[in-house]
Every structure is written in C-alpha cells, then in structure tokens.
C-alpha cells in the first residue's frame, strides 16, 4: 500500500535546461509535503518543503508545487546543474499525528553536460 | 560537528549473529527515529523515540529493540540477524513535526 508514488524511476536532463520531479499521493489527511536529496552513500538532506495550504514555493532554483486536488506535487529545478545529480525523494506526512514521513521510492535525475 | 552520526557505517555479519547499531544527534531534537532503505529503495520507518519514549512502532520483527538511553541517542539492537535484514539504516531526528535531519547511514551486509 504505497501512500506516496514517484512513477518514474530515473530522469536525464541537459545541464541548463528545467528538471521536473513528480510525485503522487492517495491519503489526504497529508498536510506537509517534503523533498529530499540523497548523494550516493550519504543519508537523505532535506530540500524543500511545502504545507498543505499553500500551492507553491520557492527557494533559490528548486520550486515545489502543489495540486490538492489531484493529490500531486512537483519539484522543479531550473537551471538543472551537474551537482544536481543525485535520487530524489518525496515524503508525506500527517502533522496532526505522530510525526511519520512516508517517501516515496525516488527518482534518480541525472544532469548531463 | 556532525548534526546526527550512526556507527558503524558499514556492517557484514553471519546470519544468526546479534549486532548494533549506535545513534547520536548534536541538534537538541526531542524525537529520533530508524528507517530502513531495503534492496527496492523503499524508505520505511520502523521506530520513533520521542524524549526516550516509544511512539511509534511500525511491524518490525522483534529481533529488532530500540534502546534510547537519552534523548540524544537511540540505538537499535538486532538478534538473530537473517538474510533479509541486509539494508541500509538510518537513524534521524527532528523537532517532532515535519523536516527530518538523516545520519549517512550503516549498510548491513548478512551473509
């Protein structure tokens, strides 16, 4: 029962060009959505977050957008650059309950020259 | 200055062999955590300490024990290791709700 779906496993973008990351939900009593980065060997850095009631923001190149009604939100990066090579993961989580995150299984993006 | 560490980084045992895995975060958070990456890259949560009380315990063997001696730290102990233990672990912690901070990491290997 995987609450929390990234469908694709891997994205290759041109250095430059825009990275989209997807992510799609089934349980809506989520109300926090997070996004992690995580380098080979390294645990997973938190990136970016967004709370239910807003349906965007922003930090420097990364944007997360979020669609309620669909139950999916989105990272962007733009420009996409090499350090951005890494395995991208969604999580979820339920802030009215004890503080568990659900991830997603990751996309790994992969910024080519 | 590492914001939360787990030791041994690396860890290959025989099955049948008990062994643990030490946690310690600097960052004053009230509430740890282990999560287990399996063979298929799932990111799941198996324990949650919260000022060294259990509050949540998601279906784990019970080979696998938490001990949190203090709020700083939370070990986890697992007896009788099996192959399908092998994963990565890692320990984390917060200040109880949203944005988790993650240790690198103990690959276990169970031969």
């Known amino acids: 029962d995987q609450q929390v779906k990234q469908n694709s496993p891997s994205l290759s973008v041109q250095e430059g060009r825009i990275s989209i990351l997807n992510c799609d939900y089934t349980n809506s009593m989520f109300d926090y959505f997070l996004w992690y980065k995580k380098y080979p060997a390294e645990g997973p850095t938190f990136l970016i977050s967004?709370?239910?009631?807003?349906d965007k923001n922003e930090d420097g190149r990364f944007t997360v957008f979020l669609n309620k009604s669909a139950k999916h939100l989105s990272l962007h990066i733009v420009p996409s650059q090499p350090g951005d090579s890494a395995v991208y993961f969604c999580a979820a989580v339920n802030t009215g309950t004890a503080s568990k995150l659900t991830f997603g299984t990751g996309t790994r993006l992969q910024v080519t020259l | 200055d590492t914001a939360v560490s787990q030791t041994p980084k690396y860890l290959v045992t025989q099955m049948g062999n008990d062994k643990s895995i030490k946690c310690e975060q600097n960052l004053g958070h009230d509430t740890m955590y282990w999560y287990k990456q399996d063979s298929k890259k799932f990111l799941k949560i198996m324990f949650s300490y919260n000022n060294k009380e259990l509050i949540i315990n998601e279906t784990v063997p019970n080979r696998f024990s938490p001990k949190s001696p203090d709020k700083a730290h939370l070990n986890l102990h697992i007896n009788s290791l099996e192959l399908g233990d092998s994963a990565v672990y890692f320990c984390?912690?917060?200040?109880?709700?949203?944005?988790?901070?993650f240790g690198p990491g103990t690959r276990l290997t169970v031969l």
């Open positions: 984390a912690s917060s200040l109880g709700t949203g944005e988790i901070n």
């Open positions: 967004i709370s239910s009631i807003k």
